[in-house]
């Protein structure tokens, strides 16, 4: 009896529709991920490990370190001294090639609450781990609510979906 070498019909099928399923599975992650409200979530997550990051760098370094956010996107400042010996926040893009800074993509913008008018950072992390209460509150075109970022004076950041973005 001669044994012919290569596969079945039904081995080449069986392994077509195992890469078939696959495939499907990743693109449908892939288009929920880059929805509109995959990527306000990406951003999201963005904020939460720069603010993460931040409240890290003030236990190491025992000095405080603070976050302006605005409309457009946030942005990590440090205390620097003056030339009349008092201090000032400095912003600081990137540290350690990390960089400490993100914008909010899209028509989606927060609303921060406390918010300021000047260029002063609103939200405050002390060596201790403390951090200044804030919310963030995400809207779409339509002005209904989809995602809240709320903070209660330390981590974890409490992330809430409140409606699928479209």
Same mark, same amino acid.
């Given at each position: ?30 288009s929920d991920r880059l929805s509109s409200a995959g990527k306000l979530r990406q951003h999201v997550d963005t ?23 605005s409309e457009e996107g946030w942005l990590l400042h440090l205390p620097e001294k003056n030339a009349r010996g ?7 893009? %990137? ?68 409606? %699928?973005?479209?």
């Amino acid at each position: 009896m001669v044994h012919e070498k290569g596969f079945t019909l039904l081995e080449v099928m069986l392994v077509m529709v195992i890469l078939a399923t696959a495939a499907l599975g990743v693109t449908a992650m892939q288009s929920d991920r880059l929805s509109s409200a995959g990527k306000l979530r990406q951003h999201v997550d963005t904020f939460r490990q720069t603010v993460e990051y931040a409240t890290d760098l003030t236990l190491l370094e025992k000095r405080a370190a603070a976050l302006l956010l605005s409309e457009e996107g946030w942005l990590l400042h440090l205390p620097e001294k003056n030339a009349r010996g008092g201090w000032r926040w400095k912003a600081v893009p %990137e540290h350690d090639s990390l960089a400490l800074h993100g914008e909010w993509e899209g028509p989606v913008r927060p609303e921060l609450t406390p918010s300021t008018k000047d260029a002063t950072p609103q939200i405050v992390i002390l060596p201790d781990g403390q951090i200044t209460p804030f919310s963030l509150l995400f809207r779409d075109v339509n002005g209904e609510k989809i995602l809240r970022v709320q903070c209660f004076g330390s981590l974890p950041l409490d992330i809430t979906q409140l409606k %699928e973005a479209e």
